[in-house]
């Protein structure tokens, strides 16, 4: 099974959605999810049950996100790529990326990975500095995925007028 496929799904993502999560406040916005959602969790120690509250209210923002902001004016940016990338990765099974595409994001996926235990323990021990750790692991491990991302729109954005489509000025 593809995790981002079932996420992509998930995430109830569609032409429009994917439109609007091109906009480069959408994707860096979207940075603030991890955080936000450790601070939930994070919140039980404090408020106890009514953590389920701010734990509910992060997940309803990483829903929310791609849909909040509207189509970019210019999709000629890091971000939009980044999310134009994503959608040929996750196309791969019907239009191939380069091997070395390939192989990259399966280290760069395993990396990911590797550093959840971590963020996890954060968050079950309520140590601050494993959960820290996690969080910045997570993110640059992200956002390294994401220039990836890019990279993969940029090689392939010729080979499908439908990805051309995608970049504006």
Not at 139 to 156: G, P, Q
Request: hydrophobic share 50%.
């Amino acid at each position: 099974m593809d995790l981002l496929k079932f996420s992509e799904k998930l995430m109830s993502m569609n032409e429009e959605t994917w439109q609007r999560h091109s906009n480069p406040l959408s994707v860096y916005s979207r940075f603030t999810a991890l955080p936000l959602i450790s601070l939930a969790f994070w919140s039980r120690e404090i408020i106890e049950l009514y953590a389920l509250i701010p734990i509910f209210l992060s997940v309803v923002w990483v829903w929310l996100n791609p849909r909040l902001f509207g189509a970019p004016a210019s999709t000629n940016n890091w971000a939009s790529m980044g999310t134009f990338g994503e959608r040929i990765y996750l196309n791969r099974k019907n239009k191939a990326i380069s091997e070395h595409h390939a192989r990259a994001c399966r280290v760069l996926l395993v990396l990911q990975v590797a550093g959840l235990p971590i963020w996890l323990y954060g968050l079950y021990s309520l140590h601050l500095w494993p959960l820290l750790l996690g969080i910045i692991w997570l993110m640059v491990t992200k956002a390294w995925f994401v220039d990836r991302m890019v990279w993969i729109y940029l090689d392939m954005k010729d080979e499908s007028p439908i990805y051309q489509s995608w970049l504006n000025a």
